[in-house]
């Protein structure tokens, strides 16, 4: 019996937790993402979603300092408030952006516009990560706690009989997946099983395609 117990893996029973590092370095690059945008592209004043972030950053790391394990009834809606202000902040700046170009209002040099659409979609990018991540199987104290079984991302480790029995999804996992489906405009190697998972993965997707599309016919152009 104990060898069987030993063979189950981490993702299907209760763990110590993830560590915070990978996720709160992800975020202090969006916001600086954020930041360095030029001004007619950030919602106004350019200082205060950034600022509102930072904070709720502040508090999240109060909650769980070291590992993401502890249960606080404020936990899941103040992440979800911090992803959203990303996002919402990311699509307004991406909605400004292909505004300008479809417009031919842009006027830049090809270097400022591209490093500014790739600001645009590598925050994107960690949107969606973090999306993923605060979602499958209830988010990361669930997931710890093994509080739900059933996946809302199928990753291969978990059909990989001879794994690590250590392995279980962490941030940089979710990061993968949002990397990949951005630049891939499809799954890879992680499957998503629920129908909320395949909807944003779509949605994802999509603003990638439009984002990519847009901004690299438009540099092309400025380079002729």
Request: charged residues 15%; hydrophobic residues 50%; glycine residues 6%.
């Amino acid at each position: 019996m104990s060898g069987t117990a030993e063979r189950v893996p981490a993702w299907l029973r209760v763990t110590k937790g993830e560590q915070r590092w990978a996720v709160t370095a992800a975020i202090a690059l969006a916001v600086t993402l954020q930041l360095v945008l030029p001004d007619r592209l950030a919602f106004r004043p350019h200082w205060l979603l950034p600022a509102l972030e930072l904070g709720l950053v502040a508090v999240l790391i109060g909650l769980n300092p070291v590992r993401i394990s502890r249960r606080h009834p404020w936990l899941r809606p103040l992440s979800t408030a911090l992803i959203a202000l990303i996002s919402l902040a990311n699509g307004w700046s991406a909605a400004l952006l292909v505004l300008d170009l479809l417009t031919a209002r842009a006027g830049e040099e090809p270097a400022p516009l591209l490093g500014s659409g790739g600001a645009i979609w590598l925050t994107n990018v960690i949107a969606f990560a973090l999306w993923y991540w605060e979602w499958d199987r209830g988010g990361p104290v669930s997931r710890s706690r093994g509080d739900r079984v059933r996946p809302d991302f199928r990753f291969p480790q978990m059909e990989d009989p001879d794994g690590h029995p250590d392995w279980e999804p962490h941030f940089l996992d979710y990061f993968y997946l949002s990397f990949t489906n951005a630049t891939a405009f499809s799954p890879t190697d992680v499957m998503p099983m629920s129908r909320w998972a395949k909807m944003l993965m779509l949605s994802q997707s999509a603003i990638s395609l439009v984002t990519l599309a847009v901004v690299i016919s438009r540099a092309v152009s400025l380079f002729k």
